[in-house]
């Protein structure tokens, strides 16, 4: 559990990491197990990357295997030096020269480039040489960092071009007396000229009687069972490819390379189960070549997986997990699945007995009164013991096997199965122990506890190279939350850190800051949390994280060591329960925005050698299907989703892409094409985007009938909406009513017609004198001046927002409306006339306006000449729409054209629009060029549905 914080009231967040015996980072280089003749590259990763300025590495390898060719340093790594001019050796050196760097775990340090010639060799770190200087990391302040024992923090690697077979011995967990058949079967097992294979088990459980090899081995294959250490028994399987050929074998994987036959008798007290360990010690298993050279199978752990033989496993056993407790009584039930013919019961887990007292317990019926449960508390730990010892019980799936009766005092317990092999455990009817291990499959922790932590995750999202970037960060379960430190780790190669953008809710005593290049540490905590308590409906975005993004990708991680990242709760702070942080601190990733198909491979969607950048889009992803035909054309088998699996598709002049099952466009993502391409369904389409295929074909080629039905109509989300520009030009409205006027201030009015915004009829708006108006009269004057408020889901809400900041209408400036034309081609302009650039310090004055257009729906923000004028350096203004919620995809920054990228730090003296911006909501009508339909199948049209045809 984390450490109890105490917060001041004039609590002053430091950015400061201090870090006491700070470790090396992990090292590790890669594998290559498959390596064929020519250019293969070793990545060169690492994790715990933290505050480092210098890095000395050096790597050795058989320069007979393979040849150095070059090397690429990681994108955080400017002036990094590799050098591979010396056989057999590579040496990584680089200072940063200024500040030190942190990066997310996995990060690449490098990436390797070698010539392949044939063999295998191990990629060894030398770090024991010239006392270990040859492998060492210095800190910011050029201390050397610890990394002994050496093994734990430099990984070797490995590079051939055949690796062992993985090999299988069988999971049984049915057995009954009697023969068992125990196959062992294998995967990736080609061109194999010798096995040797040596399976422990249990001789009191199993006898082994023979052996049926393959029929490929055939009697080739000696298999012969002897006394092993520690009681047990082994099996040892050996065969060789034999004289005068020596033809090595290959099998497909889920083979069975033999069967090995036992006979099962359990018997009571000894047990009702034999483990099947493979002995690996380095010769007792492994695999040869053709020409018996071993093949390279380390860690063994990932080639030689174990087995059991048994007639039955222990139960599962459930403690609850109850966040929600209120002081007072509490029911703690153990819950069991698979608890058959059980007869004998030995559970022991353990509370903090600060937190809950013990009253009683209700065993279940069917024990007959014979289970027994005892409470004891040593200092703060209480444990309880639950045991049982007679005739067999079955229990229901999810029955308790015994409520435990509590007072819940206050704060956190973690409730802790203690599962040494004898504190909890099973026995079948025969008393016979069960197999359960490893137990963390069998025995599953609870908590109790008032509140846990919130929940928050990093969105991921593609960029363009060069662009400004917003990485929106979602809470959950936040409420009541009294302050936050947080901690996130990027690599600053691919990203330059801005700012952060903090809700409004918490914009109080926020700061954000970087300890070190790449990683960045946040503060905020509530002056008055019993007062006014902070909570944000589940989903918000609590902060933004601004970013240029440079190119590449970088992970977006969460640093925890226990308080650097953690929430708290109330008027006391109190630290929330958030363990294990990867289901409270959820990462995400910022990686390149265009995925071109290039179908070289396959015509599958999911195989990256498909695409240009050899990556698989994701749900943000913009895909183009070029014009010029590949080998293959993209298919995706099954229903396909814009918004789940990438984010656009844009064809070339004559693309073509087929969708076995459902096409569906989600609001705010689109499918466009430049020319005549051709997309053929399979399924039904559904239409909640924009769709604008030219004069292109859609082919439905299903052999059943495809409907069109009714989704979310496009123009009810503002996702869809297009922006435009044309140049900044402003006519001045006459004999228009009065609006507000001074500082903070606004009026509900009259629009004169019906607006519909994001599928609602509008027919009033509020205007405030802080450049921004809402269609629900949402919006209150004091937080009017608050332009931030544009990105988040905060009011107010449907706001269009030509110029949001604090601004000033004094007695020089007019904001005043007017609706003109005739029905039903009438329009609405509000206008912010010579206004001060800002409330206070500033005599700069600018005029703007927002109209509204019947019938299209379109709005239109547009700007006159900034008048010159001192200017306040606090000034900082917004600019776009938002949408009946708010938050990251739901409203469009004027700026940039993006749904969630923030900027709101705009001045009228260097960045006063030079264009108009006009947003457009797209039809709800879905327009097809050309429609075909193959085979005799129908296409069902929903009446409401408008389908119109614009092709021959």
């Known amino acids: 559990m984390k450490r109890i914080h105490i917060f001041l009231v004039s609590f002053v967040f430091l950015l400061v990491q201090t870090a006491l015996s700070q470790n090396a980072p992990v090292t590790t280089a890669g594998k290559v197990l498959d390596a064929s003749a020519g250019s293969i590259n070793i990545p060169v990763t690492v ?253 063994y752990a ?88 007679g005739s067999s019980v079955n229990i229901p799936d999810l029955d308790s096997l015994v409520s435990i009766e509590f007072t819940y005092i206050s704060g956190t317990t973690e409730l802790t199965w203690i599962a040494d092999g004898t504190a909890s455990d099973y026995g079948d009817f025969q008393y016979n122990s069960l197999y359960d291990e490893p137990a963390a499959d069998y025995y599953f922790d609870g908590l109790i506890a008032g509140q846990v932590s919130a929940r928050i995750k990093a969105d991921s999202m593609s960029a363009a190279p060069g662009s400004y970037i917003s990485v929106p960060l979602r809470v959950w379960d936040f409420t009541d939350i009294s302050s936050l430190s947080l901690t996130i780790d990027y690599d600053p190669g691919v990203l330059t850190f801005v700012n952060a953008t903090p809700h409004p809710d918490i914009s109080s005593n926020f700061s954000a800051g970087t300890p070190s290049s790449g990683r960045i540490s946040i503060g905020w905590f509530n002056s008055n949390p019993s007062g006014n308590p902070v909570n944000l409906a589940d989903s918000t975005v609590v902060i933004y994280l601004n970013f240029n993004y440079i190119s590449g990708t970088s992970p977006i991680t969460w640093y925890d060591d226990g308080g650097s990242c953690e929430f708290a709760a109330g008027a006391g702070y109190t630290v929330l329960y958030d363990t294990p942080t990867d289901d409270y601190y959820i990462k995400g990733l910022v990686e390149p925005a265009g995925f071109v198909w290039i179908g070289v491979t396959s015509t599958d969607w999911f195989t990256a050698s498909n695409w240009s950048d050899n990556v698989v889009p994701n749900s943000l992803s913009a895909v183009s299907i070029p014009s010029t035909p590949p080998p293959f054309w993209p298919v995706y088998t099954g229903d396909f989703t814009l918004g789940d699996q990438c984010s656009s598709i844009d064809f070339g002049a004559s693309s073509q892409m087929t969708v076995n099952g459902d096409m569906t466009i989600n609001p705010g993502n689109s499918f466009t094409n430049a020319g005549s391409g051709l997309l053929k369904v399979g399924g039904d389409w559904l239409n909640s985007g924009v769709f604008e295929l030219g004069t292109g074909e859609v082919q439905f080629f299903g052999p059943v009938d495809s409907y069109i039905p009714a989704g979310v109509l496009p123009s009810d989300d503002i996702q869809n ?114 206004v001060l650039a800002y409330n206070a310090g500033a005599s700069a004055r600018i005029s703007f306006q927002v109209k509204l257009y019947e019938g299209t729906n379109a709005i239109e923000f547009c700007y006159g000449t900034a008048a010159a004028g ?83």
């Open 47 to 299: 994790t715990g990357f933290f505050d480092i300025s210098v890095i000395t590495l050096k790597l050795d390898y058989n320069a007979s295997v393979m040849t150095f060719v070059s090397a690429t340093p990681g994108s955080a790594f400017s002036g990094m030096v590799i050098d591979g001019s010396t056989p057999g050796q590579v040496t990584i050196s680089w200072t940063t020269g200024s500040s030190s760097v942190t990066l997310p775990d996995g990060s690449q340090l490098a990436g390797i480039e070698f010539n392949y010639i044939s063999g295998s060799t191990a990629l060894t770190w030398d770090n024991t040489s010239n006392g270990g200087s040859d492998c060492e990391y210095k800190d910011g302040s050029l201390t050397i960092l610890t990394d002994t024992p050496t093994a734990d923090f430099y990984k070797d690697g490995y590079v051939t071009s055949h690796a062992a077979p993985i090999t299988y011995a069988p999971f049984i967990s049915n057995a009954v007396a009697g023969t068992v058949d125990v196959p062992v079967t294998v995967e990736n097992f080609w061109d194999i000229g010798a096995i040797a294979l040596t399976l422990e088990y249990d001789p009191n459980i199993l006898t082994f009687t023979g052996s049926t090899p393959h029929s490929v081995f055939g009697t080739d294959m000696v298999v012969a069972s002897s006394a092993s250490t520690a009681g047990k028994y082994k099996v040892v399987i050996s065969w060789y490819a034999q004289a005068p050929n020596f033809t090595p074998e290959t099998l497909p994987d889920g083979s069975t390379i033999v069967t090995l036959h036992f006979n099962y008798t359990p018997a009571v007290f000894v047990g009702n189960y034999s483990e099947l360990n493979w002995v690996t010690d380095g010769t007792a298993c492994e695999y040869g070549d053709p020409a018996f050279n071993p093949l390279y199978d380390l860690p």
């Open 721 to 834: 909406y297009s922006l435009t520009t044309t140049p900044a030009a402003m006519t001045p409205i006459s004999g228009g009513s009065a609006g507000p006027a001074g500082d903070n201030t606004h009026s509900d009015v009259n629009i004169g017609f019906n607006f519909e915004y994001a599928g609602t009829n509008y027919t009033q708006l509020r205007i405030n004198t802080n450049g921004w108006v809402s269609l629900n009269l949402s919006g209150t004057d004091a937080n009017s001046p608050v332009n931030d408020r544009l990105f988040f889901a905060a009011d107010p809400v449907t706001a269009l927002a030509p110029w949001w900041d604090n601004l000033l209408a004094d007695g020089s400036s007019n904001v005043s409306y007017l609706t003109s034309g005739t029905a039903p081609n009438r329009v609405m302009t509000v206008e912010w006339n010579n």
């Open 870 to 952: 001192a200017h306040n350096t606090a000034e900082g203004a917004s600019i776009g729409i938002k949408g009946p919620t708010g938050g990251a995809g739901d409203f469009i920054e004027a700026t940039t054209g993006t749904r969630n990228t923030v900027v709101s730090g705009l001045v009228s003296d260097t960045d006063w629009p030079a264009v108009n911006y006009r947003f457009t909501p797209p039809p709800d009508t879905v327009t097809f060029y050309k429609l075909t339909l193959l085979n005799s199948a129908k296409l069902y049209i929903q009446t409401d549905v408008k389908v119109v045809g614009v092709g021959p």
């Open 302 to 389: 990932e080639y030689y997986f174990d087995g059991l033989v048994a007639s039955q496993l222990a139960p599962g056993t459930y403690l609850p997990q109850i966040t929600d407790a209120i002081a007072g009584s509490i029911t703690v039930p153990v819950t069991v699945v698979d608890f058959v013919n059980i007869g004998a019961v030995s559970l022991t887990f353990e509370y903090d007995a600060t937190v809950m007292t013990y009253v009683g317990n209700t065993p279940h019926a069917n024990f007959g009164g014979n289970l027994v449960l005892g409470n004891s508390v040593t200092g703060n730990v209480g444990k309880i013991i639950i045991s049982y010892y």
